[in-house]
């Protein structure tokens, strides 16, 4: 069964850092690219940011500068560095991946985590 896991939410005081990991298992042949998203309580599921399978990255402007997205291929997964993280930061982190799941030239489909709390808090 094909599935992305996130990992390495938290508590953390304000100015503190985070690593998030997203790891995709299961019969994969392939990933496009991966991004973070997060939604804070009474908030709509917002991009945080992305990567392509280039490594080409964007991010939101309220996360420019504090933030980094990467990956590893060989491990088939997704990572967000957060550092100077602030209250606002507070959210639950989601991952999602395009996936190719048959050889090619199967298409991408587009998976997503289970989600994991992010708490920015003194």
């Known amino acids: 069964q094909v599935q992305l896991v996130e990992s390495g939410g938290g508590l953390v005081h304000p100015g503190g850092s985070l690593r998030l990991s997203c790891a995709a298992s299961?019969?994969?042949?392939?990933?496009?690219?991966m991004g973070w998203y997060r939604q804070a309580p009474g908030k709509e599921r917002e991009l945080v940011a992305t990567?392509?399978?280039?490594?080409?990255?964007d991010y939101a402007d309220s996360v420019k500068g504090r933030f980094t997205i990467s990956r590893d291929n060989a491990r088939n997964t997704g990572y967000l560095q957060m550092n100077s993280l602030k209250p606002d930061d507070t959210a639950v982190y989601y991952c999602?991946?395009?996936?190719?799941?048959?050889?090619?030239?199967?298409?991408?489909?587009?998976?997503w985590g289970q989600g994991t709390q992010v708490t920015v808090s003194s």
């Open positions: 990567i392509t399978s280039a490594d080409s990255t």
């Open positions: 999602n991946a395009d996936l190719r799941i048959r050889p090619r030239p199967s298409p991408f489909y587009r998976y």
């Open positions: 299961g019969s994969i042949f392939g990933i496009n690219t």
